[in-house]
């Protein structure tokens, strides 16, 4: 089993190029069903859980192209089923996207219920409810999801009772072209949200409001083929700039959307860093050790929940002590154990972990257990003293595009190791 190693204590230094967003391109990938003409999507990150959702397509009959590592063309005119039941698709949460596009698209579809990382419960009630209000019948059982219309599917005013990104893709995306017009409030604006919006405005939807949090949509009798490029990942940019933050290093952050990254810049402007910012880039400096701060995981525009975790892991060698505080997903502090192997004072009471800064971390042998959290356990052993190993770095890869060459890149000592002998090779050439 694939495993990374590490050796930590080298500051980070240099440039690193950020991917396309990929919780944009899930939602992307799946709008583009909704049409039988050719799409071209650009800056697709090259990671596992587009493979898995571009396999799920391909099993329904959509023939994908890869033009290149980030570009494929796309085209759904061939579609012969809109039961989506590949092994694959059980194991990421966007699954549920494919539901709002072929409802929207054929009228019906059926879906194997939402898997990923395993952070807490991602009801998908808010998903039902817009579908019902649009006129379709929704049944869940055996482990998937049915959706069908009811005659026609018709426009309709839908609240939702929370803030939630997967609804209001699902809702747009059905609305999209449903008749009528559909009104979302209390509709989610993170950037993801906007792009799948531009996303469909580009094939001919006629969506208004997304990056608010009243959505207007009126629907169209159908969509045309388009070329789209995907906008760069927020947290991915995030994570290296935590890099940076955690390893008292100097690094640049390239094609990017600053304006996205504001609140995360905020957090580490509090915490003594220096940010420069540029039109596409910003650069990260950590000259000195950081300091405490707070932090509450909210919704678009607030600080993003799936930087809580490199948060946590930085602020476990900052000055002080911190409180985080998680108001999105009621499990997703399960990596603190990890990190308590390295040396860290954390207390986890409710829905807030409390860090009591510690000078330094020490080596371990780790274990992910989620995206985000296998991200800011390598971030740990970038900052501690010693070699660590990660295991199941397979939910690691399901987000991050070439994570250790872009960390070498920029000085860290990491490899990907799959035996005892790449790793007495590993720990004889550190030294």
Request: aromatic letters at 4%; charged letters at 20%.
């Amino acid at each position: 089993m694939e495993q990374y190693i590490i050796k930590g204590g080298n500051p980070l230094v240099g440039d690193v190029e950020i991917c396309g967003a990929k919780n944009a391109a899930l939602g992307i990938l799946a709008a583009s069903l909704m049409t039988d003409e050719t799409v071209v999507i650009e800056n697709l990150p090259d990671v596992s859980d587009i493979k898995v959702l571009i396999q799920a397509m391909e099993s329904i009959g959509v023939i994908v192209e890869h033009l290149d590592r980030h570009t494929v063309k796309i085209n759904s005119s061939m579609i012969n089923s809109t039961t989506v039941d590949s092994v694959y698709i059980k194991k990421i949460r966007a699954s549920y996207y494919m539901l709002g596009a072929l409802l929207g698209k054929y009228g019906r579809a059926e879906v194997a219920l939402p898997g990923g990382c395993n952070i807490g419960s991602r009801p998908i009630d808010q998903h039902t409810k817009g579908f019902k209000a649009l006129g379709a019948d929704v049944d869940i059982s055996h482990g998937h999801i049915t959706t069908a219309k009811t005659g026609k599917l018709n426009g309709n005013h839908i609240y939702l009772d929370v803030v939630t990104v997967g609804a209001t893709i699902n809702i747009m995306m059905a609305a999209a072209l449903a008749e009528g017009k559909t009104t979302i409030e209390n509709a989610a604006k993170e950037p993801h949200v906007v792009d799948v919006a531009n996303f469909l405005n580009s094939m001919g939807a006629n969506v208004k409001g997304a990056g608010t949090d009243v959505i207007r949509i009126k629907g169209v009798e159908k969509l045309h083929g388009t070329t789209y490029s995907i906008i760069p990942d927020q947290i991915e940019a995030g994570t290296y700039m935590f890099a940076a933050a955690i390893t008292m290093g100097d690094v640049m952050i390239k094609n990017i959307i600053p304006k996205h990254l504001e609140s995360i810049s905020a957090k580490l402007i509090e915490m003594g860093c220096q940010i420069e910012e540029f039109d596409e880039s910003l650069r990260v400096v950590a000259s000195k050790r950081l300091k405490h701060t707070q932090v509450k995981t909210l919704p678009y525009p607030g600080f993003p929940t799936d930087m809580q975790p490199q948060v946590v892991a930085t602020l476990s060698v900052c000055d002080g002590t911190s409180i985080v505080t998680e108001s999105i997903f009621e499990n997703r502090f399960k990596y603190v154990d990890e990190l308590t192997k390295m040396g860290t004072r954390i207390k986890v009471e409710g829905n807030s972990a409390i860090i009591e800064g510690v000078d330094r971390l020490t080596s371990a042998s780790l274990s992910a257990p989620d995206l985000r959290a296998g991200a800011a356990l390598v971030l740990a052993a970038l900052a501690a003293d010693g070699i660590s190993t990660i295991d199941d770095i397979v939910y690691i890869e399901r987000g991050y595009e070439d994570f250790p060459e872009k960390l070498k890149n920029l000085g860290a000592m990491i490899e990907i190791v799959s035996s005892d002998q790449e790793i007495n090779k590993f720990k004889l050439k550190v030294g």
